[in-house]
């Protein structure tokens, strides 16, 4: 059995959760993505979705990423997608979700964006 979702580490002053994903993310596998989405949610914190590994995305995983996202905008975070593969980002592109969601082109630049630099005492 493939694995749908691993949580790669961060570096420890990032205030991100990454979740990465991968396969084909389905209807068959919406439930499994739902429970990764909430176990990211809960970490208070912005969760940062890897979508690299990813080969196609369905209606039922479309909506488990706006659910999860409602669900971290309540909390006071984002839920952002990264690293989408051609077929991927035009999914996200034809029903809109790529202005619901920061998307980032690789995970390496979102997890910078995503680190609130601290201000250097003079």
């Known amino acids: 059995m493939q694995i749908l979702c691993t ?12 979740l990465a994903l ?8 919406a439930e499994l993505l739902r429970d990764c989405l ?3 949610v ?4 912005d969760v940062l ?6 080969a196609l995305l369905d209606c039922a995983s479309l909506g488990a990423l706006v659910e999860a996202g409602h669900l971290a905008e309540r909390r006071g975070h984002r839920l952002c997608l990264t690293s989408p593969r051609p077929l991927v980002r035009r999914t996200l592109a034809a029903t809109g979700l790529d202005t619901v969601f920061p998307v980032y082109q690789d995970c390496r630049r979102a997890l910078a964006e995503l680190t609130p630099r601290v ?3 003079a």
């Open 38 to 40: 909430a176990y990211g």
């Open 119 to 121: 201000p250097v005492a």
């Open 22 to 29: 991968h396969g084909e993310v389905d209807r068959d596998r």
């Open 49 to 54: 979705v890897d979508l690299a590994d990813v």
């Open 7 to 18: 949580t790669p580490p961060v570096p420890s002053d990032a205030p991100v959760t990454l």
């Open 42 to 45: 809960q970490q208070n914190t």
